[in-house]
């Protein structure tokens, strides 16, 4: 799954959230589980959550690629990362 490391620092870098293809229903659906009770805990361990996509893998939700924003994204530059539309694909395309 890449090497983003799971961390609180990075996820409140994830700009995921201001991205058009994260529909407004998906942000109403991971609200339970969301970013901000995930900043609550140790997030190391944790499987899945619906966002920092380039982490956790693709989103269960997110279907529609309308545009990726991960390029100015901080979490993208600091890894090096090279690759996009990380919540429709896995690893990104
Ligand atoms: S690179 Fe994209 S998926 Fe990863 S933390 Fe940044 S905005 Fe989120
Ligand atoms: S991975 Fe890219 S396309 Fe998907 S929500 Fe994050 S910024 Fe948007």
């Known amino acids: 799954m890449g090497n983003v490391t799971k961390s609180k620092e990075n ?43 380039c982490a956790f893998g693709q989103s269960k939700c997110i279907t529609d690629d309308k545009g990726c924003i991960c390029g100015d994204c901080d979490v993208y530059k600091e890894n090096n990362l090279d690759k996009f539309s990380y919540c429709t694909v896995l690893n990104g395309k």
């Open 11 to 53: 996820l409140k870098k994830c700009i995921c959230i201001k991205c058009p293809s994260y529909t407004f229903a998906c942000k109403v659906k991971a609200i339970p589980g969301g970013i901000a009770d995930m900043l609550k805990r140790d997030i190391s361990e944790v499987e899945h959550m619906e966002g920092m996509f």
